[in-house]
T-cell receptor, first 120, second 111 residues
């Protein structure tokens, strides 16, 4: 199946610094990518939908100035956690949508391996 | 509203079958998915079913969809210790490009 990578896989930073997480679709083009946040032993919470060439759509309660999303190309979306605080510590997972057409139009979501962020 | 629910825990013995259940509320979902998440890892797509199908089989995995009751299940035959993980069902809502995830079911396989 299609592959989505994330970098870095682990990051530890000091409070107040900014952290950038990259999400890449390695063997397909993705006009749409999603960013999720997962707290320990909980489900995924959708943060935002990233569309190539346009502004991201944020879910209710997610601060767009805090979590900056850029989807500059069809294979790369970035999430920047600005002025990170300990409460931002979490597991961030991205996904990319592969769209194929055959007998009927199909979209499949592939997930990255996740980035674990720890803010001290 | 959109809501996807799963039971939180399931424990089975190695070699037995596991059945993980999921209920959803939005009848406009087009595709329903099952994902597996191992500790500290991202999500792995296991299988999916189109909403006009009742059943899909893929090796040890069988997905059953009861659209009338909005109930989805994943059966894992001959469950192995390597199947221990959290399993999420998810629905894709047609026209919204939004995926709604269930709460996840933690499957523990006992040797």
């Amino acid at each position: 199946g299609a592959v989505v990578s994330q970098h870095p896989s682990w990051v530890i930073c000091k409070s107040g610094t900014s952290v950038k997480i990259e999400c890449r679709s390695l063997d397909f083009q993705a006009t749409t990518m999603f960013w999720y946040r997962q707290f320990p032993k909980q489900s995924l919470m959708l943060m935002a939908t990233s569309n190539e060439g346009s502004k991201a759509t944020y879910e209710q309660g997610v601060e767009k100035d805090k979590f900056l999303i850029n989807h500059a190309s069809l294979t790369l979306s970035t999430l920047t956690v600005t002025s990170a605080h300990p409460e931002d510590s979490s597991f961030y997972i991205c996904s990319a949508i592969e769209r194929t057409s055959g007998n009927y139009f199909q979209e499949t979501q592939y997930f990255g391996p996740g980035t674990r962020l720890l803010v001290l | 509203g959109e809501d996807v629910e799963q039971s939180l825990f399931l424990s089975v013995r190695e070699g037995d079958s596991s059945v993980i259940n999921c209920t959803y509320t939005d009848s406009s979902s087009t595709y329903l998915y099952w994902y597996k998440q191992e500790p500290g890892a991202g999500l792995q797509l296991l299988t999916y079913i189109f909403s006009n199908m009742d059943m899909k089989q893929d090796q040890r995995l069988t997905v059953l969809l009861n659209k009338k009751d909005k109930h989805l299940s994943l059966r894992i035959a001959d469950t192995q210790t390597g199947d221990s993980a959290i399993y999420f069902c998810a629905e894709w809502i047609s026209g919204t490009y939004k995926y709604i995830f269930g709460t996840g079911t933690r499957l523990k396989v006992l040797a």
